[in-house]
């Protein structure tokens, strides 16, 4: 009975690199939300995804990110061009539908840049 | 207007007593309100949640207080222990029917210590 996965836990890229986080939803869950976790500050939503979708991307920053969330698979979060300032915490979560409030967090990914 | 205010950043309290945080919403469009629990180096775990209709719930050991009018909710943690220590944060959403899609808005965190 998996909870939400998210690999790799932790991540090192070096300036100008590109760093892809995924993340595995519970089973049955449809709906997937990114956030991201600085240093000492609580998690800031990035994006919200269903099968094939992207529905609310608000919190992404304009450039160098994007998310996905295919048919078969799982969540993929990638950061292009990684820069010092994308050291963070991402966490993904899953609900189990739209109407449905409860999310559920995964472990994280650590991402360092160096 | 989409920020949650958490409070105190760090708390310390003996084994046995009441730890409380609290929380203050601009967004009076806000009806739902999780607090998590994180401990180092994992994900954030739900708590307990409420919804405005209610004025208190209660969990074990867990208490969440609403006041509407105010815009604020707290966190009680009753006989705290040792294994309660951790960060606690509050959040608050917008229902996940409607199109804000139940995305959180996280308070800033609090960094609870339970000396035994």
């Known amino acids: 009975n998996a909870g939400v996965m998210q690999n790799p836990r932790h991540l090192v890229r070096r300036r100008g690199q590109e760093a892809r986080l995924r993340c595995s939803p519970m089973?049955?869950?449809?709906?997937v939300y990114w956030y991201r976790q600085l240093p000492e500050e609580g998690l800031k939503f990035m994006v919200y995804?269903?099968?094939?979708?992207?529905?609310?991307e608000s919190g992404m920053p304009k450039e160098r990110f994007s998310a996905e969330f295919p048919k078969e698979g799982p969540s993929i979060l990638r950061i292009q061009q990684v820069v010092r300032g994308d050291s963070a915490a991402y966490f993904c979560?899953?609900?189990?539908?739209?109407?449905?409030?409860?999310?559920?967090f995964g472990p994280g990914t650590r991402l360092t840049v160096l | 207007q989409q920020q949650v205010k958490q409070s105190p950043q760090s708390l310390i309290v003996q084994k046995g007593g009441i730890s409380i945080i609290n929380c203050a919403y601009e967004?009076?469009?806000?009806?739902?309100f999780p607090w998590y629990q994180q401990f180092p180096g994992k994900g954030p775990a739900l708590l307990i949640a409420i919804r405005p209709d209610v004025s208190e719930k209660k969990e074990g050991r867990f208490t969440i207080s609403f006041n509407k009018s105010a815009k604020q909710f707290s966190l009680h943690i009753m006989d705290s222990q040792p294994g309660d220590s951790a960060t606690y944060f509050c959040?608050?959403?917008?229902?996940?029917?409607?199109?804000?899609?139940?995305?959180?808005?996280f308070g800033q965190g609090t960094i609870l210590t339970v000396h035994p």
């Open positions: 089973k049955g869950h449809s709906h």
């Open positions: 959040a608050a959403s917008i229902s996940a029917g409607g199109t804000s899609y139940g995305k959180l808005t």
């Open positions: 967004n009076t469009a806000f009806d739902y």
């Open positions: 979560a899953s609900s189990s539908g739209l109407y449905t409030d409860t999310q559920y």
């Open positions: 995804l269903q099968k094939e979708n992207i529905i609310d």
